[in-house]
């Protein structure tokens, strides 16, 4: 049962993120989401996705973090990610291989954006190394600076930064914890 002041505070909430949007004052969106590697914060600008933070990030930090990078117009807004949650719900299920979802990557520049723009490229059920992606990106002595593009990943699971592994087959470090990209890599048929 919901209380009326829940309801109350509630429609309150809606009709201040409507009204922040309608006046451009609204400049990212957020919710959670639970999934097999824990709560899942989404985050969205007007050109798409621009963070997916695992639990372990610590989620108020993050979005303190994106307050100083992007804006500090950040408002909760569960159904402007509708889409997202349900996109991410279908993945962890397994009918999910793609996400439709626009990735903004303005957290990211230069060698970094190029590295990680080229593992949107690599498919479900697929793995490359490091030096495979270096190679790729036209840097084949870049290993490592691939391996911190991956570490800096602002929207792992929609840019599958979990796809890349070490040259001997090894996870490697994973920003959601090895135990999180052993199982995406699982999920995926990979282990």
Same mark, same amino acid.
């Given at each position: 049962?919901?209380?009326?002041?829940?309801?109350?505070?509630? %429609?309150?909430?809606?009709?201040?993120?409507?009204?922040?949007?309608?006046?451009?004052?609204?400049?990212?969106?957020?919710?959670?989401?639970?999934?097999?590697?824990?709560?899942?914060l989404?985050?969205?600008?007007?050109?798409?996705?621009?963070?997916?933070? *695992?639990?372990?990030?610590?989620?108020d930090?993050?979005?303190?973090?994106?307050?100083?990078?992007?804006?500090?117009?950040?408002?909760?807004?569960?159904?402007?990610?509708?889409?997202?949650?349900?996109?991410?719900?279908?993945? *962890?299920?397994?009918? %999910?291989?793609e *996400?439709?979802?626009?990735?903004?990557?303005?957290?990211?520049?230069? *060698?970094?954006?190029?590295?990680?723009?080229?593992?949107?490229?690599?498919?479900?059920?697929?793995?490359?190394?490091?030096?495979?992606?270096?190679?790729?990106?036209?840097?084949?002595? &870049?290993?490592?600076?691939?391996?911190?593009?991956?570490a800096?990943?602002?929207?792992?699971?929609?840019?599958?930064?979990?796809?890349?592994?070490?040259?001997?087959?090894?996870?490697?470090?994973?920003?959601?914890?090895?135990? &999180?990209?052993?199982?995406?890599?699982?999920?995926?048929?990979?282990?």
């Open positions: 049962m919901i209380s009326r002041g829940t309801t109350t505070q509630t %429609r309150l909430h809606r009709r201040l993120v409507d009204r922040a949007s309608e006046a451009g004052l609204l400049d990212l969106a957020y919710r959670t989401v639970s999934s097999p590697v824990g709560e899942l989404l985050v969205k600008s007007d050109s798409g996705l621009v963070r997916v933070a *695992f639990e372990s990030e610590d989620h930090l993050v979005l303190d973090s994106l307050a100083e990078q992007i804006s500090p117009r950040i408002l909760s807004s569960p159904e402007s990610l509708d889409q997202a949650a349900v996109e991410l719900d279908q993945y *962890f299920e397994g009918s %999910r291989r *996400f439709s979802l626009a990735p903004d990557l303005r957290l990211v520049k230069g *060698f970094q954006r190029s590295v990680l723009e080229r593992l949107e490229k690599i498919p479900w059920g697929r793995t490359e190394s490091y030096s495979q992606v270096a190679r790729e990106v036209g840097n084949p002595k &870049a290993v490592r600076a691939v391996g911190t593009a991956c800096i990943n602002p929207i792992p699971l929609v840019v599958p930064c979990h796809r890349v592994l070490k040259a001997d087959g090894t996870t490697g470090n994973y920003r959601g914890g090895r135990e &999180a990209k052993r199982l995406l890599l699982t999920l995926e048929g990979r282990r």
